[in-house]
């Protein structure tokens, strides 16, 4: 190599987990080999430890621990009583899992837009979805709301929405536990609350994981039951017809290490979007890739922090990739544009706002340990990206 020739930086890691284990990693790998050395794999101790905690953590009555995020949103669909035939009220911009649920218990989700500036349910929208579906003859039962990016929705709207329409209400905090609204902490919200601990999300496992929470005592006892296959008192007399969806003891040991660290985490969560949008107004982008606008009675996890700009996205992100900035596009086709959901209810005439949003978003490397210097590196790779430095 020519000695005056310029090494490019190293690539960024889009989230890095590494730097994580680098604070904890001793505390995970004791606690897995104290698992390894009880063996109670299923349902062991650090099981109903963290399920406690993570009650406390967050003020839910019943905090239950489940196999994935998604068997989450599933068993409270089951709970809730959702029947074949029946529809709910979802954003088409989300993550599949949230209408996945809905359609694989042969129910209808009537698909919903969203708000530009917060990407979370627009409450207007929900009730031209109710409309729409109703004209077509369907009852509805409920909305699934979803905190995209961390940020909570617009619950006093939505909560206001469903009681006056006899509707429940599932949040779908797969990406905002540990986030807020005024005083309320995400997990309370809703009939019930699912969460995500997959490794991505701010509160991630080694593997799959997920929890329901509630105040109902008895949706509580429903979703301990049916994760189980539908268990009764006696083992082997259910009483429903369940599924295996539990917490692995392993996962909920290292849940324990991480949730011990993780309002601290969520604090520099807090610091790195701040930085994020003081340096984007610094370099004069803001009118280029405008930054994600935080109502000021939330506090988000930052699960993602993504922009919506200007010009070619793809392109963007290519010229991005070649300066060694990952990044990602959540989420490049709305639901009702895919393949599996393109026959059911759209709300209105369209879903615009989902739409756009598809092809301008582009989320940016984020995560507790993202240093001032490298995010620097980010705004000003975007800038010469966008053809603005
Ligand atoms: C990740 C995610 C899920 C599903 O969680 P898994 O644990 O991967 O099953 C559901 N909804 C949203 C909005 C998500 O981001």
Redesign the pocket.
């Known amino acids: 190599m020519a000695p005056d020739s310029v090494q490019p930086a190293p690539p960024l890691a889009f989230i890095d987990l590494q730097a994580q284990r680098a604070r904890i990693g001793d505390k995970v790998d004791q606690a897995i080999a104290r698992v390894l050395d009880h063996g109670r794999y299923i349902m062991g101790p650090e099981v109903a430890a963290f399920e406690s905690q993570l009650s406390e953590f967050c003020g839910a009555t019943h905090a239950m621990g489940v196999a994935?995020?998604?068997d989450a949103?599933s068993l409270a669909l089951v709970a809730l009583d959702l029947r074949p035939g029946e529809a709910v009220l979802v954003p088409s911009f989300?993550?599949a899992?949230?209408a996945e649920v809905v359609a694989y218990h042969g129910a209808i989700p009537v698909f919903v837009d969203v708000l530009a500036d917060s990407f979370n349910l627009d409450p207007n929208s929900l009730q031209a979805g109710l409309e729409q579906a109703r004209r077509q003859g369907l009852t509805v039962r409920g909305v699934i709301s979803?905190d995209l990016f961390g940020q909570p929705a617009d619950y006093a709207a939505i909560e206001a929405f469903c009681q006056a329409n006899d509707l429940w209400l599932i949040s779908?905090a797969?990406?905002s536990f540990g986030a807020r609204t005024g005083d309320r902490k995400v997990g309370t919200i809703g009939q019930i609350t699912t969460t995500?601990f997959?490794p991505a999300?701010p509160l991630g496992c080694y593997g799959?994981g997920?929890a329901v929470f509630t105040d109902d005592p008895s949706l509580a006892e429903t979703i301990k039951s049916l994760r189980v296959h539908g268990k009764g008192t006696d083992k082997y007399d259910n009483v429903r017809v369940g599924v295996n969806s539990r917490l692995d003891t392993l996962q909920a040991a290292i849940l324990i290490e991480k949730l011990a660290i993780f309002e601290d985490e969520i604090t520099a969560r807090n610091k790195v979007a701040d930085r994020y949008a003081a340096i984007i107004a610094d370099v004069g982008l803001a009118e280029r890739a405008r930054a994600p606008k935080l109502d000021p009675a939330n506090i988000s996890t930052w699960a993602q922090y993504t922009l919506t700009v200007d010009g070619e996205r793809d392109a963007v992100a290519a010229r991005l990739k070649e300066r060694g900035i990952p990044t990602a596009v959540y989420y490049p086709l709305p639901l009702h544009r895919q393949t599996a959901y393109r026959e059911f209810p759209v709300a209105g005439n369209g879903l615009p706002v989902s739409e756009r949003l598809s092809e301008t978003v582009l989320s940016l490397p984020m995560h507790p340990y993202l240093a001032e210097g490298d995010q620097a590196r980010v705004v000003e790779s975007l800038a010469a990206a966008l053809g603005t430095a």
């Open positions: 994935n995020g998604t949103l989300t993550f899992a949230t979803v779908d797969a990406q995500s997959f999300k799959d997920g």
